[in-house]
């Protein structure tokens, strides 16, 4: 099957560094195979992704060298999740016809009052609280506010081999719980909205930080329960300071505004991410397709990669 990789960022502030990586190694991979480029924009919370912050994050891209086959604005308003509830309805329906989907009464406090433990993404492992509810208490509930809805997960093991990270196996019934998938303001969960896109945009590897790799088993139940094609994950190391600490979007400095500013051209910084991540020997400038050639898998580690202060002070 012909390689389709995709970068899907979340347009809710400027891209920094390690999402820059990320778009990088995702868009190497696909050329290196020869493969088609998408660009999704995960817009899901409207409020806070505007449209004028999508169109800084492709102009970023281009600036970088990272172009795409199909997607972003030329490609049109289905590759905004904002526009693509009736998408998500229809699957939405498939797990409710299976019997899957419950309606769920928590509020944030009340979730944080259980002393459910949470799981390290910072979400909370479900009791289960809501799933036994009478059809007379769910319409009790009704009238006070809107229920969230959530997906029944099986308690067994969902095993994968990460193309990065190696084996993962994860208990979604032990180690997670019931999860969302469509809030109580109607707006469809992450876990749905990227299985589905995935899935109907033709995406065969997934490339993103290693920071969404619990996400995955969720994912994975998600695209067997509904009968889809699951793409072959990359989990890659997430860029930290010299002291181990995750570089962010709070590292403001590290962000492409500030860096285009800086460099003024995009080769410099592909040259230091790149020795950084272990394509290259040694810091030189590089144009991104220049890459291309010898890029592999193999050589990226699976370790997070703490930037030598030397990089970090030529950044700042
Ligand atoms: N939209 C997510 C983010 O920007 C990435 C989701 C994914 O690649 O699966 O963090």
């Known amino acids: 099957m012909a390689v389709c990789g995709r970068f899907a960022p979340t347009p809710s502030g400027r891209i920094h560094l390690g999402n820059i990586l990320c778009a990088m190694l995702s868009w190497l ?181 290693r920071d969404l790799l619990e996400s995955t088993p969720r994912q994975m139940y998600l695209y067997e329960t509904l009968g889809l094609d699951c793409p072959q994950f990359y989990h890659i190391p997430l860029l930290t300071a010299p002291d181990g600490r995750r570089l962010s979007k709070r590292d403001g400095d590290l962000d492409l505004g500030v860096l285009r500013e800086k460099f003024g051209r995009p080769e410099p910084i592909i040259g230091m991410l790149a020795a950084a991540i272990g394509l290259r020997p040694t810091i030189q400038p590089v144009a991104l397709r220049e890459l291309v050639a010898d890029f592999s898998w193999d050589k990226i580690p699976q370790q997070d990669i703490a930037l030598p202060p030397e990089i970090l002070q030529r950044v700042q």
Request: proline share 4%; aromatic share 10%; glycine share 10%.
């Open 29 to 209: 991979s696909v050329r290196a195979a020869g493969g088609r480029y998408l660009l999704r924009i995960e817009d899901l919370d409207a409020m806070r992704c505007p449209r004028s912050l999508a169109d800084l994050i492709e102009d970023d891209l281009h600036w970088f060298g990272i172009d795409w086959d199909d997607g972003g604005s030329a490609g049109g308003e289905q590759w905004y999740q904002s526009t693509r509830s009736a998408v998500y309805d229809r699957y939405f329906a498939k797990l409710k016809q299976q019997g899957l989907i419950y309606p769920c009464f928590c509020s944030r406090a009340e979730l944080h009052a259980a002393q459910a433990p949470h799981r390290s993404d910072g979400t909370y492992i479900y009791a289960g609280t809501c799933r036994g509810l009478t059809p007379v208490q769910i319409a009790e509930k009704r009238k006070r506010r809107p229920p969230a809805a959530r997906v029944i997960v099986p308690d067994g093991e969902v095993h994968f081999v990460d193309g990065c990270q190696g084996s993962y196996t994860e208990n979604l019934a032990q180690d997670c719980g019931d999860f969302i998938i469509r809030r109580s303001d109607g707006v469809y969960g992450y876990q749905l909205a990227v299985v589905v896109d995935d899935a109907e945009m033709g995406v065969t590897e997934v490339v993103r930080g």
